[in-house]
């Protein structure tokens, strides 16, 4: 039973001497859009977009689980064209397990992104009940949204970006919303059975068989930036998916952000959650994974410690099982339920697995500084980030320094070293304002 503080007898204590940290911001292409909805107009235009388009034709828009920036407008101007072309548009949750695996939870997560139906001007319509399609070579049952599947066309609005836990030409995209997300959690767990490891097979032939037995339209994908601002957006007809999809994939791969580190002792990441990473806290970026992942370890981490979830993840900690720390804060927002049903989903039951829990987040910074082996604590390297997703402006320790002036093309140094400052009950302070965004 864990009660309001945990006392452990740790020998030496935690009153360990932490390196001061320095603001330093990496350097990428950052190449962006003016305008969202400006680009969608643009895409709507091309002639062979706007013939899909049948006046009167119900048209079911497939939303996703994750934070991406920009996503409700985006959906808005789709929504719009596709109501200037004589459509009927509604949206509908595309997003698995998420969500806790319930119509409500589904239908919170696009509320808390601000896909509501007064801001985007349509119905949103959200079910966890499924058909059956068909079915793939070996027998495996196919299944869609039910409401999706009784309208008369489907689309999707996604972001392009590398997977989690497998590589291969598609990833996540269209091809994974059209067949995991869109199977809701009776057709992901089918998926799921195969082992992610197939997925870059798997996925492609049932999102064939899927756009072979239902009206598909096309995919809205998005872009990012390695700040997280849009990039791209392409509208793909569903005849170019397969072929598109991985070219997409290869541009959002030379944008996205990276820890510009070799090795690091100690990474701290303040929050994670599902509206960042499907595996809380992107793999892609901490270089850790689950068990039984296939996965080059760059950067190499030696403890990761988590002191916070994101508001919108709504309890879901998904992937805390990869960090050593956590905080009684994470452990107080935990919620098992949905934590546990998007993991036992996706087949890899570690990513739910509880690390240490410090008190605050003083102790769990001072826990994985004290068990880096053969490092002096005052000589740690350490990094710490807002979240997975936001890697551009981060702290490092003094440690690091010589390293950051030798790469002045990767790395600016923008601050002066401090000393890590908490409060009187252990919290740590603001690393940085939050992070704006323009809409447009």
Known sequence: MIGDRIDVNIAGGLDVPLPRMVHVRQKFELSKISSVSETVAQEFKKPGIQSMVKPGMTIALGVGSRGVNNIAVCVKAVVDEIKLLGGKPFVFPAMGSHGGATAEGQKEVLDGYGVTEAFIGCPVKSSMEVVEIGKADDGMPIYMDKLASEADAVALVCRIKPHTNFRAPIESGIVKMLTIGMGKIIGASTLHTYGMDMFGVLLPKVAKIIMEKKNFLFGVAMVENAADDTALIEIVP???????????????????????????????????????????????????????????????????????????????????????????????????????ANVITSMYLDGAAIPIIMNNDQEAIQLVVKTVVRVKPADAKIVRISTTLEVMDLHVSETLLPYIQSNPDKFEIVGEPEAMKFDAKGKIYPMLAPRTHAHA
């Not at 919108?312 to 919620?335: F, K, S």
């Open 238 to 340: 569903s005849e170019e998916v397969i072929e598109r999809e991985p070219l997409l994939l290869a541009r959002a791969k030379e944008l996205m952000p990276k820890l510009q580190f070799e090795d690091i002792d100690v990474l701290i990441v303040e929050k994670i959650g599902k509206n960042i990473s499907g595996a809380g806290m992107d793999p892609n970026i901490t270089g850790r994974n689950c068990r039984d992942v296939d996965w080059e370890m760059s950067p190499y981490v030696k403890k990761i410690a988590v002191l916070g979830l994101t508001p919108e993840t709504h309890g879901n900690a998904t992937g805390l099982g990869a960090a050593d720390v956590i905080t009684m804060d994470v452990y107080r927002e935990l919620d098992i339920a949905k934590t546990y």
